[in-house]
């Protein structure tokens, strides 16, 4: 009886002792990873998966929904490492494809009809990523699938799989294969010569910040251009597209464009909106014309509104 009081009384102590941590996704993400390569790399072949199906319950997906960009990050950042400490093992360790996909969804069930449970996830994956998880099941293709209760290396897919599980259009990420990551390891190139010109590549051109509901999210540049909008129905967040849910309105579609220019070794910014960066308000571009760039400095702020990003060049 007392028990029952408590949970009536304390329904939010309940809730937060099971929910799903950002560690616990990345960690059993990882896990799915690591079981992959050990399973089915041979010789001096690596292989692993890059495509990702990660379901949750539901009350767990509204928890971590605006933070699976950096949690996706931080998840290739564990990829990365483990790849580069198995890769004296397996020196062929190019994947399949060219991208890693991720997508979440919100899902009482796993695609084996088991529950899951709170503070759990399902990990679907396959070899490749060029193609959604719907057409993959039409294809009736094997996946492996790890969760707490189920272990599958090979997993009919079919028709009917996704029949009770909605694969949203938000919560997807694609990431294009970065092997400069490895440059640190023993088949890296010499270093350049003392006073060369040549820049050693890094694992991201830029990080922009902002802050959601009093919570701080992180997204990683590693392409030469970026698109940042407001999230609307049928866009996704990828490499070069940022789509952030902000509640205020300040940040409209197709906001801001930064590019980085190889030659110049500078950052650009154009808007297409009203907003003040480093406390400036730059000409505005117009869509369907070529975007007006502005210089951008290595630390900027841009102010949309009331809704501020934070730019920091990793160069």
């Given at each position: 009886m007392l028990d029952k009081i408590k949970r009536w009384l304390l329904p939010d102590e309940e809730e937060t002792g099971k929910r799903?941590?950002?560690?616990?996704?990345?960690?059993?993400?990882?896990?799915?990873f690591k079981e992959t390569v050990e399973r089915e790399s041979f010789n001096r072949r690596m292989m692993y998966d890059c495509s990702y199906l990660i379901l949750m319950r539901p009350e767990d997906y509204r928890h971590a929904e605006l933070r699976l960009a950096g949690i996706t990050e931080g998840i290739l950042d564990e990829?990365?490492?483990?790849?580069?400490?198995?890769k004296s093992q397996y020196p062929r360790y190019d994947p399949i494809?060219?991208?890693?996909?991720?997508?979440?969804?919100?899902?009482?069930?796993?695609?084996?009809?088991?529950?899951?449970?709170?503070?759990?996830?399902?990990?679907?994956?396959?070899?490749?990523?060029?193609?959604?998880w719907v057409e993959l099941s039409s294809e009736q293709i094997k996946v492996s699938i790890s969760s707490k209760h189920?272990?599958?290396?090979k997993y009919d897919l079919n028709p009917n799989t996704f029949a009770h599980i909605d694969i949203l259009s938000k919560g997807h990420f694609r990431v294009k294969f970065n092997k400069e990551l490895f440059a640190g390891g023993p088949t890296a190139t010499p270093a350049p010569p003392v006073n060369s010109s040549v820049t050693p590549k890094k694992?991201?051109?830029?990080?922009?910040?902002f802050v959601i509901n009093k919570q701080r999210y992180s997204f990683p540049m590693r392409e030469k251009q970026l698109k940042i909008t407001k999230a609307v129905e049928g866009l996704t967040s990828t490499a070069t597209?940022?789509?952030?849910?902000?509640?205020?309105?300040?940040?409209?579609?197709e906001h801001v464009m930064?590019?980085?220019?190889?030659?110049?070794?500078?950052?650009?910014?154009?808007?297409?909106?009203?907003?003040?960066v480093n406390e400036q308000k730059p000409e505005l571009s117009r869509l369907g014309q070529p975007p007006v760039w502005h210089p951008l400095k290595n630390d900027s702020s841009i102010v949309c509104g009331i809704f501020q990003l934070d730019f920091k060049a990793e160069l």
């Open positions: 799903l941590t950002n560690q616990a996704l990345v960690d059993q993400v990882v896990a799915s990829f990365y490492d483990y790849i580069n400490e198995r494809g060219n991208f890693w996909d991720f997508q979440y969804c919100p899902s009482e069930k796993g695609i084996d009809n088991a529950d899951i449970e709170p503070g759990s996830v399902q990990v679907i994956s396959a070899p490749t990523s060029e193609k959604s189920s272990r599958y290396s694992d991201k051109l830029a990080t922009i910040q597209l940022l789509c952030i849910n902000e509640p205020s309105g300040s940040l409209q579609k930064i590019r980085y220019d190889d030659t110049a070794r500078m950052f650009y910014i154009a808007l297409f909106a009203g907003a003040f």
